[in-house]
Structure formats: C-alpha cells, structure tokens
C-alpha cells in the first residue's frame, strides 16, 4: 500500500478501504431499538454518549516483549484523531505523523492487562532518533484501554520502538497474588517495520451503523488480552446492581467473609467499571460511596482504585457490614481520565450519582 494512501485511510469524509479482514462491523446485542438511534449527518447530530464510530479498522501487530513483570506489545495503524480529557474537559488531538503506535502492557500468566503503568515510547533508526513521545493512556471500541499516540516517521524501513513501563502508583491497590508487583519500572525494545507490506494489514471498512448508540465489537487480539472486566456471573460476591452513569455500567458487588478477608475487612464493596457496551475497562476515575441505614450515614469515603485477579481492576472499600435496606449511593468526582478514540468522546464525562439498595 502506498505511503500517502496509507496516511489518507481514516481522514474524515473520505473513501475509506473496504474488507475489515476477521473484524466484525456489526453493534454488540446490546444495541439499543431502532427508535433509539440516530442518523448523524454532522458532530452536532450525534448521540450523548457511546456511539458506533464511523470506521472499524484492522493494525498491523510488529511484535512483543517481556520486560520485567510485563508483557508489552507494539503495533500500529493509520495516524488518528482522538480526545485528551483534563478533569470533564476534551481537548482534540488532529491526525498528523506517519503512524498511530499503540502499546498493551499485561500481565502474561492471568492475561490481565496492566492499567496505569504509565508509558513512554522512543523510536530510533539506526540508533538514531527518530519520534518520542509520552503516549496517552487511550480508549477505544475495538482496542479497549491501551497507550497510544501519532508518531512520525523518517520514510521506509526498518526502526525499533523502545517502550518504557512506568510503574502502578501506589494510589491503585495490589491484592492477591499481584501484592507486591508492577511497582518497577522496566523497558521493552521492539522491532517494526514500515513497509507497503505492513501498512496492507491495516484495513479499513467503512460502517452503515455510524452514529448510532452502540460499540463496534472489540477485535481479536491473538495472544494479547483485552482489557475487558469480567461478566457479572463471574464476579466473587453478591451483585447489588449495575446502574449505568453517562453509559458508565457501575457493576456492584458486595464480598463478606473470607471472600472478604483478602481486603483486610469483614465486608467489601467493589464496583467495576466498564463500558456500557462490551465491558471494556475504565480506569483512572474518582469514586465515592455512601452508605444510608435508617436515614443516617453509616459510611462516607473514597473508593481505592484497585487490581485483583478476581476482581480485575475495580474500585474498593472495606465497610464494617451492609444491611438489608442499606442505600449505596456512587458519586463520580473525576470521569475515567483517559483519552478517547471515536465513539467514546461523548461518554463517561457527565456521571451522575447512582443509587443501588442492599
């Protein structure tokens, strides 16, 4: 594939190159009925909330690593628009370079996929430097919670991408057997190619369901995982509700006993947060819980950002117990700080308090 065609793939109003190889265009079961959808002609005709982005696309997956605790993967696909988010405010980033890198940093014995590690990614030729950039932690429908950026590049060849892992901020939680790790830093050297050969594996098709509430399907990822929470049936506990915040799906549940015991508390309350439409994670938010018995406050506090191998990432309390009758009520201080891909910039910004009853 030419270089220039290449870099016009995902330009907005243009033609973009059917046959999405393996990847399905097609809204998940949750889509809403006809009577809720929209047909977008412009930005302003668009749903709140999540919608189907205009494209779905296929990457070009240039290889992977292990770096200490980590197993981190590069890949890239045509440079892309998407949206910064500082507090509840977007800021958009225009497509520009040769490439958009992307980088998925997990755990390879569970196949967790590590969040707020923190990224940064050097690209050198020869040696030589060539791009750099701290690239954003990201969110899109076919890639989940990833790091990515646009970089550019010196022509064809071959270069090599070395990705810095941060590490968890002692602010998230380890529990389980992920007490004690990913708390170092550690490097990845991966080498890509930038080829006609590598850029025909990114293919583009363009969608019919554009702008209409719902998530193209997350894309396979071989032997990378995806950052997706775990059903509501596979959760340890008892689930209270899933109320759903700006198209946020506030999964609840509450863990006593010894499910608890690993919390350090008696009773546990964790919500999992995650797209409305294909549980993908979302991390990096601020969240508090209050508790009603009677009409009094009986609990009042933040809820730890948190990574378990039962629970996935989620967020956290240990309580002194719940009652029948209790009222939990979540209120959202800060919206997922991650940037968005298409589709999910109108999501997850304006939370409104839920309330679920024990």
């Known amino acids: 594939m030419e270089r220039r065609r290449f870099l016009a793939l995902v330009g907005g109003g243009s033609t973009l190159l ?3 190889s393996g990847i399905s265009g097609d809204t998940n079961s949750s889509t809403p009925t006809p009577t809720e959808t929209a047909t977008p002609s412009g930005s ?3 749903p709140d909330g999540i919608y189907v982005q205009r494209f779905s696309e296929t990457m070009s997956m240039q290889g992977m690593q292990t770096a200490g605790p980590y197993r981190v993967g590069f890949m890239y696909a045509a440079p892309h628009a998407f949206w910064n988010v500082n507090g509840r405010d977007l800021s958009k980033t225009e497509r520009n370079g040769d490439i958009h890198g992307m980088a998925v940093v997990f755990h390879e014995p569970t196949g967790t996929v590590i969040p707020e590690t923190g ?3 050097e690209i050198d030729q020869d040696d030589e ?3 750099q950039e701290v690239i954003y932690p990201m969110l899109s429908q ?3 919670y990833h790091y990515g950026a646009n970089f550019g590049l010196d022509g ?3 270069y090599t991408a070395k990705v810095s892992v941060g590490a968890i901020p002692d602010a998230v939680a380890l529990t389980g057997e992920y ?4 708390r170092e830093p550690a490097t990845a050297e991966i080498p890509f190619a930038f080829t006609e050969e590598e850029r025909a594996k990114v293919q583009v098709e363009e969608l019919d369901a554009y702008g209409q509430p719902g998530a193209v399907k997350p894309m396979e990822m071989g032997m990378m995982p995806q950052a997706t929470a775990p059903p509501k049936e596979d959760l340890p506990g008892t689930v209270l509700g899933e109320p759903l915040a700006d198209d946020a799906r506030l999964t609840t549940t509450v863990l006593e006993g010894e499910s608890a015991s690993r919390f350090d508390a008696s009773t546990y309350l964790a919500v999992s947060a995650r797209t409305r439409y294909n549980r993908l994670v979302l991390p990096a938010m601020a969240l508090n819980a209050t508790v009603r018995r009677d009409g009094e406050t009986v609990y009042d506090g933040a809820l730890t950002r948190t990574l378990d191998p039962d629970l996935d990432f989620h967020y956290g309390a240990g309580l002194d117990a719940l009652a029948s009758g209790d009222e939990v009520t979540l209120s959202v201080s800060t919206p997922p700080q991650v940037a968005r891909h298409e589709g999910y910039e109108r999501a997850f ?5 839920v309330t679920l009853t024990v």
């Open 156 to 158: 064809d060849g071959e």
């Open 142 to 144: 076919r890639m989940g």
């Open 129 to 131: 430097l060539v791009s």
């Open 119 to 121: 990224l940064s990614v």
């Open 179 to 182: 007490a004690g790790q990913f």
């Open 349 to 353: 910004l304006q939370m409104d308090d």
């Open 44 to 46: 302003e005709d668009l």
């Open 18 to 20: 059917a046959g999405c």
